[in-house]
């Protein structure tokens, strides 16, 4: 056995290639993109060393390309919950007392597989399974999740340096940070790869193991990163991958009593059902089970009279409609003041004019589809009923396609009443509506943004006057936990803006930082005597002469 201090390697956020006409990555990806899809997988599930296939077969198609099929997934039920169940409470006892060293390598190993040779597999995969483009599928599915890897090899070895910083005369106090006590479920969304590499391996990373059930939307992707997780190491029942549906998941994984945590990022509705059912069962478990998740955002965007009205628009064009507004921290509602309004408003139509929309294989195409029918139809309908309204007016998009692909168009929707539905509710989509203030009533509209929606996950302030910045930073202060000055609300990199809001945004644990790691460890506290007392007698106790 191992013994030292040892020290990891200092992270850095892994460079974003570009993919420009002529270079060797983007060559190396539509290569990728052209074999993955003249290939139809089979897609098992992945529990303790069983690659498991039901013969119950759903077939995995381009959002963008509905009857095209990339391949089938195995879909399980109860059982296979139970078998995952089983296969993590099975690997724990080895993989907890594995040296935390050997963890990391790992982890690291799986960060130089995805930022080499799975690099163009995990991007072509992101882009064809969940219709992004080059860019958003290369600063994902390769990035972000390379840079999670990393940096939380460091966080982890921080956490376990920290130690009490006295020990008395004759005691030695020491920290020890123990994995939870029984599995972590880690319920996975469809709109970041990162995200859904995350969840499982910073528990994991942490010595727990891991019951791993990703969106049926994103199980393309999720197949690569389970294949990245293999050949770097992870030992079998560690990561249990499953393709269970969510009522009969959470049947079983909330009423068994080894329950010791969720890691989610979702829709704030099923957390909220989640909590409760675990409130509900809680004398059933053997501990307080860790509860972390990040939900749902309606992220605003407030320019101040003195703003740029370029940077603004391109702040909005950026911030609401790459990756079709299906980011948490999109751009959903802005808030203008009447003076940049004439400017702003021409600056956005003329981008939303030169934006191209199709599949993800044509490197052209800004605009790509949303992820399945049921979005969709949620999103048409909303904009349906913004035709109809009154006091509501679509001043670009507002079309929509399916027969190919899921397609809808950048929607703006210009309102009169700062309390419109598509002001107030979230709607996971290439829609943004805009409410005009009056240039001299910031403050109010500051007040406006604050009150008009439960969530406070990501938010924008456009000036140019510092004053006004002082301000919106002040009076915004509960209305998202990343906050934005003079840029757009999303983009969030690992080790610079750890991630996650409060209110009905989630618990506000920040992915991307030590914040995170420390909910999947429980400390114990060691303090040693050497050399004890003999006598219950204390000094105060002696009588007076």
């Not at 296939?53 to 059982?79: C, I, M, N, W």
């Not at 030695?172 to 006590?181: A, D, G, K």
């Not at 030169?354 to 195409?365: A, L």
């Not at 005009?436 to 406070?456: G, M, R």
Request: hydrophobic share 40%; with cysteine; glycine share 8%.
């Amino acid at each position: 056995m191992l013994k030292g201090f040892f020290n990891v390697p200092t992270p850095h956020n892994e460079p974003v290639k570009s993919y420009a006409p002529g270079s060797a990555e983007r060559k190396e990806l539509q290569a990728k993109l052209k074999e993955l899809r003249a290939q139809e997988i089979d897609v098992p599930m992945y529990i303790g060393s069983e690659e498991v296939r039901t013969g119950k077969k759903k077939p995995l198609s381009p959002p963008h390309d509905h009857q095209h099929v990339l391949g089938y997934f195995h879909e399980g039920d109860a059982s296979h919950v139970e078998q995952a169940i089983n296969a993590a409470l099975g690997a724990k006892y080895a993989w907890e007392h594995m040296e935390w060293e050997q963890r990391a390598a790992i982890f690291l190993k799986a960060a130089d597989l995805l930022a080499g040779p799975y690099r163009s597999k995990i991007n072509a995969a992101t882009m064809l399974g969940q219709s992004k483009n080059a860019f958003q599928a290369e600063i994902d599915a390769a990035c972000e999740i390379i840079d999670f890897l990393r940096f939380n090899v460091k966080y982890m070895a921080e956490i376990y340096q920290q130690q009490p910083p006295v020990s008395g005369d004759g005691v030695w106090n020491r920290l020890e940070q123990r994995p939870l006590e029984g599995f972590v479920f880690a319920l996975t969304p469809f709109n970041f790869t990162a995200i859904a590499g995350n969840l499982p391996t910073s528990a994991a990373m942490m010595g727990n193991t891991v019951v791993w059930k990703p969106a049926y939307t994103q199980i393309y992707s999720a197949n690569v990163l389970m294949e990245v997780f293999r050949e770097a190491g992870v030992p079998d029942g560690v990561i249990n991958l499953v393709y269970v549906d969510g009522p009969t998941t959470g049947n079983v994984i909330f009423n068994h009593p080894d329950f010791a945590g969720i890691h989610f990022t979702g829709s704030t509705g099923v957390f909220q059902h989640i909590w409760k059912t675990i409130g509900e069962n809680i004398y059933k478990y053997k501990t307080y089970p860790r509860i972390v998740g990040e939900t749902g955002g309606k992220d605003f965007v407030i320019a101040h009279k003195s703003a740029n009205p370029k940077a603004v628009a391109v702040g909005l064009s950026r911030g609401a409609f790459e990756f079709q507004g299906q980011k948490c921290s999109a751009a959903s509602r802005a808030y203008i003041p009447s003076n940049l309004w004439d400017e702003v408003k021409q600056y956005l139509l003329d981008d939303l004019a030169s934006m191209k929309m199709g599949g993800t294989e044509d490197f052209t195409n800004f605009i790509n589809a949303v992820i399945d029918e049921k979005a969709f139809d949620k999103i048409s309908k909303y904009i349906n009923n913004a035709k109809k309204a009154e006091g509501v007016e679509i001043i670009a998009g507002g079309n929509y396609d399916k027969s190919k692909g899921y397609f809808i168009e950048p929607t703006v929707i210009l309102t009169k009443d700062p309390m419109y539905v598509t002001m107030c509710e979230e709607i996971f989509g290439p829609v943004l509506t805009i409410y005009v203030y009056h240039e001299n009533h910031y403050e109010e509209a500051l007040e406006l943004v604050d009150q008009t929606s439960p969530y406070a996950l990501t938010g924008a302030v456009f000036s140019q006057d510092r004053y006004a910045v002082e301000l919106a930073t002040k009076k915004l202060r509960n209305a998202a936990g990343n906050f934005y000055i003079n840029d757009k609300p999303t983009g969030a990199v690992v080790g610079q803006q750890p991630f996650g809001g409060a209110r009905a945004s989630g618990t506000n644990d920040k992915a991307g930082s030590m914040i995170n790691l420390l909910r999947w460890v429980s400390p114990r506290t060691i303090k040693e005597t050497f050399v004890s007392p003999v006598d219950y007698r204390y000094p105060f106790l002696g009588e007076e002469d």
